[in-house]
């Protein structure tokens, strides 16, 4: 396994993150035991959550899990570099109009006190928003991390699905209280989707976060088995998006063939060689699919296969606004 450090941080962790979202969802507690141990021991000491994550009206199973892989001891907490999320609305909560989706000091000091008793730990890592909420101001989100990170109950602070503008913003603001800040963007990113090269990867850079790519696989469409006829389990959207892309998912099904590897494992390999990124989230629902994903640290793909891979799935041209404008 490969580490890098995150963001501006001095917080190492590995090139690849382990993503929980299956467990207790598709992948039962044994399973995602299984799941855990076999990262560990492959190197993969960073792993994601989110206290929303368990499933429909199950919200908090996820951590919970992992608190009970936690408490098996063995350096499994110790050899974590933990990250949750927090916005979303629990089911077990009586916060009452304060338990809808969005950030205050109030919920935020709650959930977190919240994931801590599943995930019976004292702190966590890395603490992420996992949405902006456009109706809370940086003075009541900064006043309320920098308590948390005083108390040593969160490391670091985190960032997902935000704007570039809204990067810069959350960072003018921590330095006014000198304040470190966000150390991370988690957003979108993958072969099929890349809007996040217009303004979310050059502001991360810029501002020195580190961003770890949620969904980097396009939700399956290039793990290998979008083109295998198998329409079982498949949403109609699903198969909708396949069908819009089949042109360039032939194409790419042949370049990795070419190459020798898998189509999975070239998507991740991609977002690997980005320097903004610092790792892309994998969610194996089994061992041998975690198995088979640490194979794509390893791969360093050339020049050319860059150049086809962006002839294949071309982006918005670059950066903005030279992406757009003369």
């Known amino acids: 396994m490969e580490y890098t450090y995150l963001g501006k941080s001095g917080m190492k962790v590995s090139r690849l993150c382990l993503g929980t979202m299956n467990f207790g969802v598709q992948t039962d507690e044994a399973e995602s035991f299984r799941i855990m141990d076999a990262a560990m021991e492959a190197g993969i000491s960073f792993f994601d959550t989110a206290n ?11 951590e919970t899990i992992i608190g009970k ?36 000091l109030y919920k935020i000091r709650r959930h977190l006190e919240g994931s801590l008793r599943r995930l019976q730990t004292d702190h966590i890592e890395l603490y992420q928003m996992h949405h902006i909420d456009r109706h ?35 960072q003018a603001a921590a330095k006014e209280r000198r304040f ?7 957003h979108l990113y993958n072969l099929v989707n890349r809007n996040a090269e ?3 990867l050059p502001a991360s850079l810029d501002q020195g976060l580190g961003v770890i790519v949620w969904s980097p696989l396009a939700g399956g469409l290039l793990g290998g088995r979008a083109l295998s006829g198998a329409t079982d389990g498949r949403s109609s959207k699903q198969q909708q998006k396949i069908e819009q892309h089949r042109p360039q998912l032939e194409a790419y099904a042949s370049l990795c063939a070419e190459l020798g590897e898998s189509q999975a494992n070239v998507a991740l390999a991609w977002l690997l060689a980005n ?8 969610g194996p629902r089994t061992v041998d699919q975690l198995k088979d994903t640490l194979r794509a640290v390893e791969i360093k793909l050339d020049e050319s296969t860059l150049k086809e891979l962006d002839r294949i799935f071309p982006g918005p041209g ?8 003369w």
């Not at 929303?52 to 996820?62: E, F, L, P, R, V």
């Not at 009586?94 to 989706?101: F, T, V």
Request: glycine share 14%.
């Open 52 to 62: 929303i994550y368990g499933g429909k009206d199950n919200a908090g199973a996820t």
């Open 69 to 104: 892989w936690f408490a098996h001891g063995g350096g499994r907490r110790e050899n974590t570099v933990l990250a949750t999320k927090v916005h979303g609305k629990m089911n077990d909560s009586s916060d009452g109009p304060n338990d809808e989706r969005g950030l205050s």
């Open 136 to 170: 809370v101001s940086w003075e009541e989100l900064w006043g309320a991390f920098e308590a948390i990170v005083q108390q040593g109950k969160a490391d670091y602070i985190g960032s997902s699905n935000f704007a570039g503008w809204h990067i810069v913003k959350a």
């Open 180 to 186: 470190l800040g966000l150390v991370s963007e988690q």
């Open 198 to 200: 217009l303004e979310v």
């Open 275 to 282: 320097p903004a990124v610092t790792a892309p989230i994998i």
């Open 318 to 325: 670059g950066t903005a606004p030279e992406a757009y404008a």
